[in-house]
């Protein structure tokens, strides 16, 4: 079992940064894809990036390119999201989670999730 746990989540105003965390507890992120996901209110919840924890590729949609950097720190065995020049229509609830091996941009394909963090940015 993996229990994963986001944080970093808040209120900011457009063009300001913000980075998410995501801890992982129970098992290292070794072998697994870990990915990040977002739901905007009224939405389903969608792919946002995803890294191959062994070979360190990231791979994000093409909303996020640029904006978005996903990041990995093996000896804490956390991930991160680093959002620049956020905008409004980011505010979503920013979930992290984690598949064995090959990841996947399919919200399906993951078998752990943690509890979500809330991302409000101000117009």
């Known amino acids: 079992q993996v229990q994963l746990v986001e944080s970093g989540g808040g209120l900011v105003q457009a063009g300001g940064s913000l980075r998410l965390s995501c801890a992982a507890s129970?098992?290292?992120?070794?072998?697994?894809?870990v990915g990040w996901f977002r739901q905007a209110p009224g939405q389903e919840r969608e792919f946002v990036t995803y890294?191959?924890?062994?070979?360190?590729?990231?791979y994000s949609a093409n909303s996020v390119k640029g904006r978005f950097i996903m990041s990995k720190d093996n000896a804490k065995n956390m991930v991160y999201l680093q959002i620049n020049s956020l905008k409004p229509e980011y505010t979503a609830v920013y979930y992290c989670?984690?598949?064995?091996?090959?990841?996947?941009?399919?919200?399906?394909?993951?078998?752990?999730w943690g509890q979500g963090t809330q991302v409000t940015v101000s117009s």
């Open positions: 129970g098992r290292t992120f070794s072998n697994y894809a």
């Open positions: 989670a984690a598949r064995f091996r090959r990841p996947s941009t399919s919200v399906d394909a993951y078998d752990y």
């Open positions: 890294i191959s924890w062994s070979s360190g590729m990231v």
